[in-house]
């Protein structure tokens, strides 16, 4: 038997971003660029690990807005075509780098990853790669959850309960509907959590979540097994607590393994540097000078003079920190064993992205981590179900309110920055509420008008806005974004009010913004959820304890 475990959890996910207005949008290069350097390369590890037989397990949450936007033909298409000019690059950069003994290497890599990616999207998924994803989770080595419709920060909302349900249902209902079974686990957006959200996971069939380590180490009493063995909710709801020693190795920005000094540098890029009259065609409309994916250099340090990023290096570099992540797990188990009443589980939950965008040799070291967990006599590799099914929770607690943003709590997605957001998507859900009410159980035209309200409510609060206005990227984008959908939604509750919906202006908002075609409007009906009251009986602290 195995001393301890360990669930590798990542949460894929992106916001809604669909632009068909344009023949071309900046933003929806968020998704080919993951597809590109996130999924398709984790599609690649999973195809080589089981080809040799290791017998690996991972946890993978998609979210509603990303498995919408990976089955949208027009995305499909637009896709094929950045793969299509990514390998015109690629070709020009060859032959520009030919007489370069650094950098013509790295050109055909290049060349070689955007083939291997079209071969692999157009002909063996036919641009359906959640075809990959779901292979592995009907022959169980993966395990796949999923996450709040739009991605709302759910604590935010909780004075809202039919919004925060709203989330969960749908989520529950696109899960199934896209893999055709559903979903154990629910992975809480930014690990976003306050008392009595249990109680929404419990009544749409969720058996468990992940929580930041302090949600569970801040509780109204003692877990006795601090964050490596899940506890139960009061309602029999599952927690798994985030492992500090596991995230500080891959996310530290000073201690982390993605800062190597031999790794590719993420932010050195061609579309920076090369002329414009060379690389223009390649960048955006009007010469706006954006990343391609073609990046030359290593981390190398702190310095604006990068020496040539040499794969080699890299590789064995991934090979010292895959055999460090096992060793420093190994040593942590070592320390566990004895001290709990049951084999400890250390989870691991990452952002997707992180392995192959933001840390380009992410999937390599992923891959040498679950061989290494395959080979190990002291740790075996399982998911959340799993567990929980061989070993069930032995404490029941309430968790504490956390997130795992900086500091902790709310402050990335509500302070001076980013609160006047809140005023409008608060409102409009009062407002949808009020429609539902109004509107019980319409038809034609006046229920088209009121699922898209329904959208137009969700979508305004994903997490991602009030994060991108705080960190001042794409300010003006996510601005937008939010305006749009609250302006949409007014609009036709004012239509709705006036008794007038203008057929040809819903009919393009339902064209662009057609997420969640199966929406039921009455998931804002009033009385359709009712809040749980949380009785927390605390513990008299005894000084000094």
């Known amino acids: 038997m195995s001393k301890g475990y360990v669930i590798l959890m990542l949460h894929a996910h992106l916001p809604y971003v669909r632009h ?31 080809a040799e037989g290791v017998p690996f397990k991972l946890s993978f949450s998609i979210s509603p807005t990303l498995s919408t936007m990976l089955q949208d033909p027009l995305l499909q298409q637009r896709y094929v075509a950045h793969l299509n000019k990514q390998l015109q690059l690629a070709e020009r950069e060859i032959e520009r780098t030919r007489n370069d003994p650094d950098f013509a290497p790295l050109a055909q890599m290049y060349h070689d990853l955007y083939r291997q990616n079209y071969t692999d999207f157009v002909e063996r998924y036919e641009c359906e790669i959640l075809r990959g994803f779901d292979h592995y989770y009907k022959r169980g080595r993966i395990e796949l959850l999923t996450t709040a419709a739009s991605h709302a920060f759910l604590p935010l909302y909780q004075n809202y309960p039919l919004a925060v349900n709203a989330q969960v249902e749908l989520a529950a209902d696109v899960h199934r509907s896209t893999f055709g079974k559903p979903a154990k686990g629910f992975w809480l957006p930014e690990c976003g ?42 309602n029999g709801v599952a927690v798994f607590g985030r492992d500090l020693y596991s995230a500080n190795a891959v996310w530290s920005a000073d201690e982390g393994y993605p800062g190597d000094f031999s790794y590719r540098d993420f932010y050195r890029d061609i579309g920076y540097d090369l002329p ?50 096992i060793y420093m797990l190994q040593k942590l188990v070592t320390r566990l064993a004895p001290l709990l009443d049951g084999p400890p589980v250390i ?49 029941t607690l309430q968790p504490a309110f956390s997130s795992w943003g900086n500091k902790g709590y709310s402050e990335v997605w509500l302070d001076g920055t980013n609160d006047w957001i809140y005023r409008h998507t608060h409102k409009i859900i009062e407002r949808m509420t009020e429609l539902v009410g109004r509107f019980p159980n319409e038809t034609g035209l006046k229920q088209r008008a009121l699922a898209q309200a329904a959208r137009e409510v969700l979508l305004s609060q994903s997490s991602d806005w009030p994060f991108i206005v705080r960190a001042g990227t794409n300010v003006s984008y996510a601005v937008r974004r939010i305006k749009e959908h609250v302006n949409n939604f007014n609009t036709i509750y004012d239509s709705l009010c006036r008794g007038t919906v ?44």
Not at 502 to 526: A, G, Q
Request: hydrophobic share 30%.
């Open 193 to 234: 959590y306050y008392p009595g959200m249990e109680e929404v996971l419990e009544r749409h069939g969720f058996r468990y979540f992940f929580s930041a380590a302090h949600g569970l180490l801040f509780a109204h009493e003692r877990s006795q097994s601090g964050v490596y063995r899940p506890v139960s909710c009061p």
């Open 276 to 325: 414009l009259d060379y690389i223009g065609p390649y960048v955006h409309h009007g010469g706006i000078r954006i990343p391609t994916g073609f990046k030359y250099h290593a981390v190398t340090g702190k310095t604006d003079d990068k020496r040539p990023y040499r794969p080699e290096d890299a590789r064995q570099t991934v090979t010292e920190h895959a055999e460090n992540f």
């Open 347 to 395: 989870s691991c939950p990452y952002d997707a992205e992180l392995f192959g965008h933001w840390w380009f040799e992410g999937p390599l070291w992923l891959e040498e981590v679950m061989r290494r967990l395959a080979d190990s006599d002291e740790l075996e590799m399982t998911s959340g179900a799993q567990y929980l099914k061989e070993q069930p929770p032995n404490q």
């Open 502 to 545: 203008s057929t040809e202006w819903l009919t393009r908002v339902e064209k662009k913004n057609s997420i969640f075609p199966e929406i039921d409007y009455r998931l804002f009906r009033e009385g359709a959820v009712r809040p749980t009251p949380i009785t927390v009986q605390r513990e008299s602290v005894v000084p000094g304890s």
């Open 20 to 50: 068909p207005e344009y023949p071309s949008f900046l933003e929806e290069n968020w998704l080919f660029e993951a597809i590109s350097e996130t999924y398709l390369p984790l599609l690649r590890v999973m195809d080589r690990v089981h």
